[in-house]
């Protein structure tokens, strides 16, 4: 009983103090928000949280996202059917937080208060607010290109008191060409404010990421609004929330023209080529940090507080500065995407015309005739990583009688003679982890850095968002669609020089050359689902049928022929067969993935909204 | 603090974990809906066999229950067919209907409503849809690992284009486009009778084991109409 006693003057005691003021203090742990918006330093913290809330899509920071196009499979494990894997979810990569863009309007509302106004520096306090509008734009653009058109709430910051009419919350959905309006001229508004120098590691906004912005989000619109009417007609809603009517195509063409090449023409970046070693300067244009002169704008990583396990799960496992490797293995199908330099088909020949296998001199005879941009992406069988050979073999091919026979072990195994069998990265076709299952490891973000992949600090690897490349062939793009090719195949051999293939001529340029282009140059960079869909591609790409070329993916296994005496010791075979991990499920994307669904729940609360198609 | 005070202190909390469970009310303790609706799709009263929603790979269903009255304002269930086409679902009373979720199913996309009052059951409707492709007298053999299979193929949609037919293959009696262990495509097929034939031997390695699974092969055979994701098929059929 004396405990409850207790209690009880303690809760009487604690009531008598709360009527006294000296409790009344400003409290130590939140921070008001006339504090924030007169501090450059606490501005900027806020704005940090903005920059780390807006990582939609693909990204180097979670190998998995790599795991369901047609660029990698994962390794470890065996091959699984989950629902995501065997059909191309709509809902891949959406982004929706209005939560963010009321914090970004609450931003702008303190960023352009008199109190900030007095308190800052004009020059930082613009560059600030326009670094808020370029990053709402941002967000805008990522939620656009899931569900089309949505609601634009502009600068207005809601809030709810009691008594208000909810329906002033409810706004309707833009149409799809309105919200690519919004981002346009949002982007327009934010280059005014933003400065047009480089920054640090390319961690803040400038003008350029702006304009780059803009002319993507006018390059998705214009083929949308070209490919959507002509290869997916009735793929929109009645109103134009999803889908751009036809005749709006030329207008945003021209407008991605004209911003991509004031990018190319005005800014200070420039395609990073080193003629010496072609594939070397690609690896550094994408991955390398120092002294490089091509990306824009890139989630930048700093230790020890922001810091990627990618190089830890995906470097080879041979080569591994902690427990894991292998993790990731990136298909054939990519692979043979690369042109040769000598304009020879691409496809990898494993076979003659009688069944019998091709003998390569080397492993690397049919990668290193390559679009040189392979070697900076992909890192194939005896391809340095830290300037030591990476060396991927399935097994030997030994003699029976006349008969060529394929001999494999468990990873790191060797014969009585001490050759090596199959590597302890593999390629193999099981269910092991750690070994490589496709052929091919991944180079593009993995860092060369020693010890980047070791715990506790692992990889300062950065995430390019854009980078001067894109401009080159959203420029190319957008002239080839309007009728200018030789413009077209000026910027195109702007981006093909740097894997050392033969230039495109007037003559010869396709609208394939621009897509392929794409997906080599921007491979991992979380460029080809977007792609594909504005294109509306993905659903003839991926159409889910089993062995299908573009459809299916497949792996290529390296093996070294051991038989004394015989013409073809010391030689290379490769078998191609479909990837492991992805076998049972060639990618299948459904027309309804082209627009992520409208959830229920949003429409019980705003009835305005409306269904996107085929929901 | 004393060990008999700790003990009070414990005996004044088990008091209260004992006594706050008995403050809640019912109201949040709802029974599970009992009522039943039962039925299957149909086209001009015929039977039809489908994709099974075995999986929720789409993550849509080929058909939605609405509610209406009241304050329903959005929402529906989701409503799980068979492979033979007939779906069964539990709801709570109330006023209903059944429509198509639009981009699914091989047939004509229309906004057609089935209503019903729902009082404890409601069976046997028939949601009528009009098929691309119509699939009839379905005949099997296997001898020799060779399935052999004949079927006549009618067009019912004039501007329907025909992609291709496939004969898919599982280890479990559930076979479809998004369930199979193996499938071989024919694309050269035009409407009328005919037969397909699939021999085992001739499949890979990794494809036989893939089939080897369970000890048990069940067919079935699809059409793939161009432009539309889901399949009308035929009966499934044991293999043996």
Not at chain 1, 281 to 307: C, H, M, Q
Not at chain 2, 159 to 176: F, K, M, P, Y
Request: proline share 4%; charged share 20%; with cysteine.
């Amino acid at each position: 009983m004396r405990i409850l006693i207790g209690f009880l003057t303690i809760a009487l005691m604690a009531g008598v103090l709360g009527c006294s003021t000296d409790l009344d203090t400003e409290p130590t742990n939140i921070l008001p928000e006339s504090a924030v918006f007169t501090d450059k330093a606490l501005a900027e913290s806020v704005l940090a949280n903005f920059y780390a809330s807006v990582n939609y899509g693909q990204n180097n920071g979670d190998y998995g996202s790599y795991h369901l196009l047609d660029e990698a499979n994962l390794s470890y494990g065996p091959a699984t059917t989950t629902d995501a894997e065997k059909i191309i979810p709509r809902d891949l990569f959406q982004a929706y937080d209005y939560g963010l863009v009321r914090r970004m309007n609450q931003f702008l509302v303190g960023i352009r208060s008199n109190a900030a106004r007095s308190a800052l520096l004009e020059s930082d306090r613009s560059n600030m607010e326009a670094q808020c509008i370029f990053l709402r734009a941002w967000y805008h653009f990522c939620m656009a290109r899931s569900y089309g058109g949505m609601p634009i709430l502009g600068d207005t910051v809601f809030t709810y008191e009691s008594g208000i009419d909810p329906e002033r919350f409810q706004v309707a959905r833009s149409t799809e060409a309105g919200i690519y309006d919004y981002v346009i001229a949002q982007c327009d508004l934010a280059a005014t404010g933003l400065t047009s120098a480089k920054t640090t590691n390319g961690g803040v906004a400038n003008k350029w990421a702006a304009l780059l912005l803009k002319a993507r989000a006018a390059v998705y619109a214009a083929s949308i609004a070209n490919y959507g009417n002509k290869l997916t007609p009735a793929l929109h809603t009645q109103n134009w929330e999803a889908g751009i009517p036809a005749d709006q195509a030329a207008k945003y063409y021209q407008l991605a023209l004209q911003t991509a090449e004031q990018v190319i023409t005005q800014s200070p970046y420039a395609l990073q080529i080193n003629e010496a070693n072609l594939g070397d300067s690609f690896y550094k244009a994408t991955s390398v940090k120092a002294g490089n002169t091509e990306v824009i704008w890139a989630l930048d990583r700093l230790r020890p507080n922001v810091v990627t396990q990618f190089t830890n799960f995906t470097m080879p496992y041979s080569h591994r500065d902690f427990t894991d490797g292998n993790a990731l293995g990136v298909v054939l199908n990519l692979v043979e995407a690369f042109e040769n330099k000598d304009g020879s088909n691409p496809a990898i020949k494993t076979a003659n015309a009688d069944g019998s296998y091709v003998f390569y001199n080397s492993v690397e005879d049919p990668f290193s005739k390559k679009d040189a941009r392979l070697w900076g992406t992909v890192i194939y069988p005896n391809a340095p990583y830290r300037q030591s050979p990476v060396i991927l073999q399935a097994g030997q091919v030994n003699k029976s009688g006349n008969a060529y026979v394929l001999r494999t072990s468990s990873a790191g195994g060797r014969d009585a003679q001490g050759n090596l069998i199959t590597s302890i990265n593999g390629p193999v076709a099981n269910s092991d982890n750690f070994v490589n299952k496709t052929g091919f490891l991944i180079r593009k973000f993995v860092d060369e850095t020693p010890n980047a992949g070791l715990n506790p600090l692992f990889s300062e690897m950065w995430w390019p968002r854009l980078r001067i490349a894109e401009a080159y062939l959203i420029a190319a793009e957008a002239a080839f669609e309007l009728g200018d090719k030789a413009k077209a195949v000026t910027y195109l051999n702007a981006t093909r020089k740097r894997g050392g293939i033969q230039p495109l001529t007037v003559e010869k340029i396709t609208f394939d050359h621009i897509v392929n282009e794409y997906r080599v140059e921007f491979a991992f960079e979380d460029h080809r689902l977007w792609d594909l869909k504005r294109w509306r591609l993905a659903h003839k790409l991926w159409n889910g049928i089993p062995n299908d070329p573009t459809a299916q993916m497949y792996s290529l296994f390296p093996y070294k022929v051991v038989a004394q005496g015989d013409q073809n010791d010391g030689k290379w075979i490769f078998t191609k067969q479909v990837s492991f991990k992805m076998a049972p499920n060639p990618r299948n994307f459904p027309l309804m993935s082209y627009y992520a669904a409208i959830q229920p729940d949003w429409r019980a609360k705003n009835p305005k909204l409306v269904n996107n198609p085929l929901q | 603090m004393a060990i008999r005070s700790i003990f009070k202190a414990i005996f004044v909390l088990l008091l209260i974990t004992v006594l706050l469970p008995g403050c809640s009310t019912e109201i949040d303790n709802w029974d599970y809906p009992r009522s039943i609706v039962s039925g299957r799709f149909v086209y001009k009263g015929q039977p039809m066999q489908l994709m099974s929603t075995a999986s929720d790979a789409t993550g849509s269903n080929m058909l939605q229950l609405h509610q209406t009255g009241g304050d329903w304002i959005q929402g529906f269930v989701k409503v799980f067919a068979k492979e033979d086409g007939t779906f069964t679902v539990n709801a709570f009373d109330g006023d209903y209907y059944l429509t198509l979720t639009p981009g699914r199913g091989p047939w004509q996309p229309n906004m057609d409503t089935v209503r019903f009052s729902l009082n404890g059951e409601k069976r046997d409707l028939a949601f009528e849809v009009t098929p691309y492709f119509w699939i009839s007298d379905f005949k099997d053999s296997f001898a020799d690992s060779t399935l052999t299979a004949t079927f006549k193929l009618e067009q019912i949609v004039a501007s329907a284009e025909l992609e291709r037919i496939v004969v898919e293959l599982g280890t479990t009696a559930i076979v479809d486009n998004l369930s199979k262990a193996y499938e071989k495509s024919f694309t050269t097929i035009t409407p009328g009778t005919n037969t397909v034939t699939l021999n085992l031997k001739e499949l890979s390695v990794v494809e036989k084991a893939n089939l080897q699974r369970t000890g048990h092969l069940f067919a079935r055979i699809g059409v793939k109409t161009a432009g539309v994701s889901d399949m009308i098929y035929s009966e499934t059929v044991k293999l043996q």
